[in-house]
């Protein structure tokens, strides 16, 4: 629908919650997917205050699996927690056709959402990205998050691109990760769709313009202070709220400033004892010792300080 309600953003109900998180996809030390592990993580995460959790997304490490191994992490994901939360699978690539075959392979599962991120390295056209998107969304009746995150796709989904994408029925929600708040502003009052910070570290300022909520990486780490970060601005609590960003900030500049936010994630979860595995496929590497001293510096002193060994 492509015509704005202009409902007040706090009052509205939010497709899929208000606190998500982009989740690892925990690995063994050989390198194969740890179930008992992913499935204990959700739970976790779910139970510390997430209202939803993305599963194979750019940090779930989903480019390195198979599609066997993708569509095992939805229905892990959705068995352990898909009573308590909204299920959101990572289904884009840059293959219009194998974004179709992994989106159906989620459906078969029953996600709650499908997360279909602008195609990378290919650049096409604004036309390209209507019909890719479009294609995408004829094909599933599961609703559609579009993932705009220029840094890593080389293209931004241009906002008059975004309003034309707002009429197709199944396209309800955008996690926007290239912090245009103009753009999103423009997009807002004139749709119905439903902004999701993509910047952990945004979350405010993105709330404060009328985003649901966040779909984030530190939210692995501190999902807690989050929670309090959301409610206080849904409540009207803005001193509170601003208290808060200030406070996560050095967690944030940890798990995302140093190195790849699934590396950062991984090892800081294993350092609270959270995972038992750090493990990442290549070409992701562990982080050097220079790095893991910058990680540790941040988190000294912080809100985390307190859960890492």
């Known amino acids: 629908m492509s015509e704005s309600s202009n409902e007040n953003p706090t009052t509205v109900k939010p497709l899929f919650g208000r606190l998500l998180t982009a989740m690892v996809t925990p690995f063994a030390d050989d ?80 996600v709650d959402g499908l997360l279909v991120v602008t195609p990378y390295y290919n650049k096409p056209t604004q036309s390209g990205l209507l019909a890719h998107f479009r294609t995408v969304a004829d094909a599933v009746t599961t609703p559609v998050m579009l993932y705009d995150i220029p840094g890593r796709a080389g293209i931004q989904i241009a906002p008059d691109t975004m309003i034309a994408l707002a009429e197709h029925p199944n396209i309800a929600a955008v996690k926007d990760a290239k912090a245009d708040f103009a753009a999103a502003t423009e997009v807002m009052s004139r749709t119905n769709l439903q902004f999701y910070s993509g910047d952990d570290g945004l979350t405010l300022p993105w709330m404060s313009i009328g985003a649901m909520g966040l779909v984030g990486v530190t939210t692995h780490v501190i999902p807690e202070h989050f929670r309090e970060l959301i409610d206080a601005v849904v409540a009207g609590d803005l001193a509170t709220a601003a208290a808060l960003h200030r406070e996560i900030h050095p967690v944030v500049s940890a798990t995302m400033t140093r190195v790849p936010g699934a590396v950062a994630a991984k090892s800081i979860l294993h350092w609270q004892g959270r995972l038992t595995s750090s493990r990442v496929r290549l070409p992701h590497v562990d982080p050097t010792e220079a790095e893991v001293a910058q990680m540790r510096s941040d988190l000294e002193g912080t809100v985390a300080t307190s859960s890492i060994k």
């Open 31 to 110: 390198g194969s997917v740890d179930e008992q592990a992913t499935a204990r993580l959700a739970v976790d995460l779910v139970d510390r205050g997430n209202d939803g959790l993305v599963v194979c997304g750019t940090t779930g490490e989903y480019s390195t699996m198979t599609d066997e191994e993708n569509a095992k992490v939805f229905r892990i994901v959705k068995d352990a927690v898909g009573d308590r939360a909204s299920i959101i699978a990572g289904v884009g690539s840059n293959d219009t056709a194998h974004t179709l075959h992994l989106a159906a392979l989620a459906e078969e599962v029953g």
